[in-house]
């Protein structure tokens, strides 16, 4: 087997771990039946995903620290979430905006990773990523002047210095 097939058999190993592990978390409890599903779809997706999931080092996926980074950022997402929620219900009740077009600089050099966080973005209430590559292009509906990220235009269209 030559280096480079070998590479493509791991990243599909790993892929699938990594989707039979979501299927068997998302369909718990399980019985025989889901789990032959959770191996067939897991097959299926982990040879069409793995150049995907994995553009460099695909073996990260199983060190702790990863693990631990992403249950981190899932706990933030989750409380910044329920914060958006408050927040778009008081702008309705109230009638208060300030929307604008934000760049948010993105550290992530893996598109998996700038995806995600984009996609995070998207889903919170409020705020929808318009484009993302060094920065995010992020509109928000209540953009706070003294944040530190450069605002790019406001409500009315105009250029912010």
Request: overall charge positive; glycine content about 4%; charged content about 15%.
């Amino acid at each position: 087997m030559r280096a480079g097939h070998f590479h493509g058999f791991s990243k599909s190993v790993s892929a699938f771990a990594l989707l039979l592990l979501a299927w068997l978390a998302f369909t718990y409890p399980f019985s025989t039946q889901q789990l032959i599903a959770g191996v067939a779809v897991a097959l299926v997706f982990a040879v069409i995903t793995r150049n995907f999931l994995f553009e460099k080092n695909h073996l990260k996926v199983f060190s702790p620290r990863i693990w631990y980074r992403l249950l981190s950022f899932l706990g933030v997402f989750v409380y910044e979430e329920i914060r958006s929620h408050w927040n778009v219900i008081r702008c309705i009740f109230t009638g208060r905006t300030n929307f604008a077009v934000v760049a948010l600089p993105v550290a992530a050099e893996e598109g998996f990773l700038k995806t995600l966080v984009a996609n995070s973005i998207t889903m919170t209430p409020g705020t929808f990523t318009l484009v993302y590559d060094k920065y995010l292009y992020i509109h928000h509906l209540n953009f706070d002047p003294r944040s530190t990220e450069e605002c790019l235009l406001d409500k009315h269209g105009s250029k912010i210095s």
